[in-house]
């Protein structure tokens, strides 16, 4: 063990830098026999020679020279050699000295060389640096050769001579075996990889084996190549993806697929190419659908069958592989049969539709393929029945591939409601199969588990029997569905509810309540609607949807009294709706018992909160007031401020406007004011304009057109922007249609305020026109003013800001240039100095002066006041027409008030 650790050990050789030998010429059969006489003395044990003392001589006294042997080359040195030889006389076993007088030699003939290494190698037989250079040095000499040529045989035999002292060196065994591997010498080859199998420890082995089988692939000799793979095996087991691949293309396909499955079976087994058990057995798949009957005693069949098994997702490729292997065995039927199979258990629409292609293409070949045989050979009348034959059968199969697609999806989800009902559409008709289809479906869907309403089979199974005309069948099939123990409480209901509605479509009135009257009937044992623990059966005395159909065929079909009944009923299991208290309601009306359809309104509201009860108080407070009017005045009252107690503001509108038209229409004017006051409270913020706009009409009517002032005054201070801006309009306006036009000015005054000139022109314009037509000179001047005003408030961003100083500074030194800090000799107090200067002009200029009005006539000329008349004034604003004469007189006209000024009660 020590020893083949120290083989493992062993360093690669330091190789001597030596200088490539010059190319000699072809040694001459003399020279070639003594290199042979020279190896077999060196072979031979020889005792080690007499050193004696230097003579002279050209020998150098180391007896060469004197009686020499005529069988042994003669030594003959050069002068460049004496210093290497005095060397190796004081240290003969030194491998450097050696190695530096080999360096020396390598310009010199190579069998000189050759001489030198065997004398070396004489004296150090376990020099590992030195018999490795010698077999380089040996190998390049006979390189360029012919592989027969006698020099190779040289070279062997010192390799083989080499081995006896370095067989545990795998450096050597590799190097002599690839030198027999390109001498062609396929036989030696094998047998020197074998010896240095055998000679080598197994830790080693891993690096003779690549050679040995790049040596065995090389060669077309598969049965060597078999045996050297399974030994191989042995001791690497992995490589049998290499051995499978080898075996493919040598041809030995049974082994490659025996292989195969034990690497498929094997669940330790780790691929080097990084493939997974999945693609190793697609391999095997493959290698036996390709090559059925050249596997061997492998059944295909089986295997194929036992990777459907393992690889669920992968069916359809493995179907195809099994249906593929019978096809090129000639075993057309059980392709066939496969395929059949294969559609019937597939479970997924990718396998399904890559098999039933298949399916289809292998129909249309086998079609083919006789169509061209009868048309070389001709046809007889079995061949046409059989043509004909197998084109009704790809027919039929192209026909089949709903239903099949159907069989699918339905194997996927056998609790699929959808896909049974396109099942039945797909045997459309066909009775037999819809019946079979539907008793299938009933029983294969659980409710629990069901995907989609699983009522709908039941109801669609009792719709086929009744359009087909058997009504009792029908029957019983509803009778069936109602002791189903679905999974919600509506599918129950609406197995009731079909249940009536088909005895009504056939005119059986009474057999549509009784079955209704047998739904809501109360169970034995009561449960909640919601607990999902109990069975719907004992749940369904809640639906609503059974009783609102109940109280349908009731009121249609029954008695005041059953009605009430259902109505009181609903009621009681407190199921109600709005809609069902609102249509109870209705019905007490009709039939003339209006407080005990206020007394249902009243159950109903106590029901519900808001938003819901919403409707319900509509309909009440109107039903009511319609009814009562101002008979009942505290009372409706009373209903009025119970429903507005914590109604929400989205709602409060419509009951107070019906509140105050009560009011207004039995109650007191007061009371109405009263309610619309609070209502532009109540409501939503997006509706309180509108309802200050009937708050004042409303007034405007009752009070007169005065008393609406404080309206609007508390509407523009608690409104918003927009809307203040609108009533300020219509304030405005009603105040200058009565005349008073110091009232409508001030609120265009205090309008200006919310008045963006840039955003709201519209405004501006109007008060223009209303100075136009109601002031003078010096109140559009204050209008002019207020705008400027409002404007500089809102212009409060920076670059009008810079504008406007730009502006006052163009307007005080007549440029616009150099505003930039440290370009100009203006600072900032000097600006803001001259803008304060301009502002005051501006103020003194807007100042309005007093008019020019000549109380007394003047004692001048007519021709001086004439040319004094003429006169422009500068601060006069072009007012319209200068064409237009002033009158001398202002002309007073009347007027009569209009009677909406002071507004009137209505009379009781």
Same mark, same amino acid.
């Not at 020099?127 to 040095?137: D, G, I, N, P, T």
């Not at 039939?591 to 319900?616: D, Q, T």
């Given at each position: 063990m020590a020893a083949e650790a120290a083989a493992m050990a062993e360093p690669e050789p330091e190789e001597v830098e030596m200088a490539e030998p010059e190319k000699e010429p072809e040694p001459e059969p003399e020279q070639e026999k003594e290199e042979m006489m020279m190896a077999a003395a060196m072979a031979e044990p020889q005792e080690p020679p007499q050193q004696e003392e230097p003579g002279p001589g050209p020998g150098l006294g180391l007896g060469l020279d004197s009686d020499p042997d005529p069988e042994r080359p003669e030594l003959r040195f050069e002068e460049e050699d004496i210093p290497h030889e005095e060397e190796l006389l004081r240290q003969p076993f030194s491998v450097r000295c050696w190695l530096r007088y080999a360096q020396a030699r390598r310009g010199g003939p190579g069998r000189r060389l050759n001489l030198?290494?065997?004398?070396?190698?004489?004296?150090? &037989?376990?020099?590992?640096?030195?018999?490795?250079? *010698? #077999?380089?040095?040996r190998r390049q000499q006979v390189k360029g050769r012919c592989p027969g040529d006698a020099a190779y045989e040289g070279a062997n035999a010192c390799h083989e001579r080499a081995l006896v002292f370095m067989h545990k060196m795998p450096r050597i065994w590799l190097d002599y075996c690839q030198f027999l591997a390109d001498q062609g010498r396929i036989t030696r080859t094998r047998r020197t990889f074998d010896r240095a199998l055998r000679a080598l420890p197994v830790t080693q082995h891993h690096r003779l084996w690549p050679l040995y089988l790049q040596f065995v692939r090389r060669h077309p000799l598969p049965e060597t190549a078999v045996r050297v793979y399974r030994r191989y095996l042995k001791l690497c087991p992995e490589g049998a993806e290499e051995f499978v691949g080898y075996l493919r293309s040598a041809g030995r396909l049974g082994e490659a697929a025996a292989r195969l499955a034990r690497l498929v079976n094997d669940s330790t087994f780790v691929s080097r190419e990084g493939k997974s058990n999945y693609q190793l057995w697609q391999e095997l798949c493959e290698l036996l659908s390709q090559h059925p009957g050249r596997v061997g005693p492998l059944d295909a069949g089986a295997i194929i069958r036992g990777g459907l098994t393992r690889f669920t997702d992968q069916r359809g490729r493995l179907w195809g592989a099994l249906a593929d292997c019978y096809i090129r065995s000639g075993h057309l039927e059980k392709a066939r049969d496969v395929y059949e199979e294969a559609v019937q258990t597939v479970m997924t629409v990718r396998d399904f539709t890559q098999v039933f292609d298949s399916y289809a293409r292998f129909e249309e070949s086998v079609i083919a393929a006789k169509m061209e045989t009868a048309a070389e050979l001709g046809r007889d009348e079995d061949e046409e029945v059989d043509l004909e034959l197998r084109l009704a059968r790809f027919e039929q199969l192209v026909a089949r591939r709903p239903l099949l697609l159907n069989s699918v999806l339905l194997r996927q989800n056998p609790h699929n409601v959808h896909e049974w009902h396109k099942r039945v559409q797909l045997y459309q008709g066909q009775p037999q199969q819809i019946i079979r289809t539907y008793t299938e479906a009933v029983r294969t869907v659980e409710p629990a588990k069901a995907t989609g309403r699983p009522h709908g089979l039941w109801v669609a199974f009792a719709r086929f029997y009744e359009d087909n005309g058997q009504l009792d069948d029908a029957r019983t099939i509803l009778t069936k569905a109602t002791r189903v123990p679905f999974r919600h409480v509506e599918d129950l209901a609406a197995v009731w509810c079909e249940f009536g509605e088909m005895e009504l479509r056939h005119g059986h009135h009474e057999e549509a309540l009784r079955v209704l009257r047998k739904a809501t009937a109360l169970p034995a044992r009561r449960a909640e609607y919601f607990d999902a623990s109990e069975p719907v059966q004992n749940r369904l005395y809640k639906s609503l949807k059974v009783w609102a159909m109940l109280a349908d065929l009731e009121e249609s079909l029954g008695t005041f009294q059953s +009605?009430? $009944?259902? *109505?009181?009923?609903?009621?009681?299991?407190?199921?109600?709706?709005? !809609?069902?208290?609102?249509? =109870?309601? #209705?019905?007490?009306?009709?039939?003339?018992?209006?407080?005990?359809?206020?007394? $249902? =309104?009243?159950? @109903?509201?106590?029901?519900?909160?808001?938003?819901?009860? $919403?409707?319900?108080?509509?309909? *009440? #407070? @109107?039903?009511?007031?319609?009814?009562? @009017?101002?008979?009942?005045?505290?009372?409706?009252?009373?209903?009025?401020?119970?429903?507005?107690?914590g109604c929400p503001p989205r709602y409060a509108k419509d009951i107070f406007l019906l509140y105050a038209g009560l009011e207004e229409r039995w109650g007191l004017a007061r009371h109405a004011m009263a309610v619309y006051e609070r209502a532009t409270r109540a409501v939503l913020p997006a509706q309180r304009p509108a309802m200050f706009r009937i708050y004042i009409k409303r007034a405007a009517e009752l009070y007169g057109v005065t008393h609406t002032r404080p309206i609007y005054q508390k509407a523009i201070e608690e409104l918003g922007d927009e809307a203040a801006r609108e009533l300020c309009l219509r304030f405005a306006d009603m105040e200058t249609r009565l005349g008073e036009v110091d009232r409508a000015r001030a609120i265009y005054t205090y309008c200006s305020q919310i008045c963006d000139p840039r955003? +709201? &022109?519209?405004?501006? !314009? +109007?008060?223009?026109?209303?100075?136009?037509?109601?002031?003078?000179?010096? +109140?559009?001047?204050?209008? #002019?003013?207020?705008?400027?005003?409002?404007? $500089?408030?809102?212009n409060t961003q920076v670059n009008f800001m810079a504008s406007q100083m730009l502006k006052v500074y163009s307007n005080a030194t007549g440029t616009v240039s150099d505003l930039a800090p440290g370009q100009s000799g203006l600072d900032d107090m000097k600006l803001l100095e001259q803008r304060a200067e301009q502002l005051a002009a501006d103020a003194q200029r807007d100042t309005p002066r007093p008019p020019k009005v000549l109380f007394v006539r003047a004692e001048g000329s007519r021709e001086a006041l004439a040319a004094l008349s003429q006169q422009g004034n500068p601060d006069e604003i072009d007012l319209g027409d200068e064409d237009e004469a002033e009158p001398d007189e202002v002309q007073l006209e009347q007027k009569r008030v209009p009677s909406s000024l002071f507004g009137g009660l209505k009379d009781d």
């Open positions: 030198l290494f065997e004398r070396a190698l004489r004296e150090l &037989p376990g020099s590992y640096k030195l018999w490795y250079q *010698y #077999l380089r040095l +009605t009430k $009944a259902v *109505y009181e009923r609903i009621l009681d299991l407190r199921i109600a709706t709005p !809609q069902i208290v609102i249509n =109870y309601g #209705l019905f007490l009306e009709e039939h003339g018992y209006f407080e005990e359809s206020f007394k $249902a =309104y009243e159950r @109903g509201i106590a029901l519900f909160r808001w938003p819901n009860v $919403a409707p319900v108080w509509h309909s *009440y #407070l @109107g039903k009511f007031v319609t009814r009562y @009017g101002g008979r009942k005045l505290e009372r409706a009252r009373d209903l009025f401020e119970q429903a507005l107690d955003i +709201t &022109p519209t405004f501006w !314009q +109007t008060w223009k026109d209303f100075e136009i037509r109601h002031g003078n000179e010096d +109140t559009i001047r204050e209008m #002019l003013r207020v705008r400027r005003s409002v404007q $500089a408030t809102y």
